[in-house]
């Protein structure tokens, strides 16, 4: 299938990035869930739900810490949005210590999976590929994939998985262990992260926008915390706005009577106060900003929420 990695030495410790990159759908952030011992990606069945790089920490007292890189979607960009996307894609790609390329194995393969496996192959860190997905496809289909990927050489691992079962994802964990340096823990143990609250909020806010909306609508859409104010131990009040680029649009995620907002409004605040941990009043409104994709300004501010302090 592909060469087999070196078995760890007895008591090392690995540390090290891995990036998750792969096309739109493949499969990323579910995986990065399924590895973490809590969810931290927001998941959706539309291409391009996560605009950022998003940083998940998996730290094991007999193994060591990796730290994830989950990426964009590799697309042809056509906003200044898209450009960026790409480009963080890029960036982690060159930052990892090691890569796994998720490929969607139940879809046939096409040109974009030519461009990704060449794109890939260019990195010197160690390469895996995993093809997810494995619950939609019988086996005897995977074998022609296997063997393109194992052409040449390039990757180290072809690991076929699924995200949203767990088939395979601990042989393919093993895999990453075994490839990363070792080294001491780059950060607390007890992270999980390094992205503030208010931005894992209005992720989980973009989401539930996600859930409730179709068609080219939620890529217009984006979240943005206007206010986070604490009042007391036990509640938090978050103000935000739902951007969108026209009136149309607005019309469409208000809804009739303000039905859909409400809807939104109702999952986000029930979402949010499991994961924070306290009660949540959520005050969400929807802004127009025309052509936001395209604006430096926005974009900057979006672009700077990941990693932004959180206001109390």
């Not at 809804?255 to 009660?279: M, V, Y």
Request: charge should be positive.
């Amino acid at each position: 299938m592909a060469q087999r990695t070196p078995e760890p030495a007895a008591g090392r410790l690995a540390s090290g990035t891995v990036a998750l990159v792969g096309r739109p759908n493949a499969g990323k952030s579910t995986l990065l869930n399924r590895l973490l011992p809590e969810k931290l990606a927001i998941v959706s069945d539309k291409p391009q739900t996560t605009r950022q790089r998003l940083v998940g920490i998996l730290t094991d007292e007999a193994r060591g810490q990796i730290v994830f890189y989950d990426t964009p979607g590799v697309h042809k960009p056509q906003h200044r949005m898209n450009r960026r996307m790409v480009k963080a894609a890029q960036e982690a790609l060159a930052d990892a210590d090691v890569v796994c390329l998720l490929v969607d194995a139940s879809q046939r393969e096409g040109s974009g999976d030519a461009f990704m496996r060449t794109w890939v192959s260019r990195v010197d860190s160690p390469k895996v590929v995993l093809l997810n997905k494995i619950d939609k496809v019988r086996k005897e289909t995977l074998l022609p994939r296997i063997a393109a990927y194992a052409e040449g050489g390039r990757f180290e691992e072809i690991v076929p998985i699924s995200a949203l079962t767990g088939d395979g994802v601990e042989r393919a964990l093993e895999i990453l262990w075994r490839l990363l340096p070792a080294g001491p823990p780059r950060y607390d143990p007890e992270l999980l992260t390094v992205h503030p609250e208010r931005f894992l909020v209005a992720e989980r806010i973009r989401e539930k926008v996600l859930e409730a909306t179709r068609d080219e609508l939620p890529f217009a859409t984006a979240v943005v915390i206007e206010a986070w104010q604490e009042r007391g131990p036990e509640l938090v009040a978050i103000h935000a706005s739902i951007l969108t680029e026209r009136e149309g649009q607005k019309k469409i995620l208000v809804g009739k009577g303000g039905s859909r907002i409400k809807a939104i409004g109702t999952a986000a605040r029930r979402d949010l106060e499991a994961f924070l941990e306290r009660r949540v009043f959520l005050d969400l409104q929807v802004r127009v900003e025309r052509n936001w994709r395209q604006n430096p300004r926005i974009l900057s501010e979006l672009d700077r929420a990941p990693y932004a302090s959180s206001l109390g």
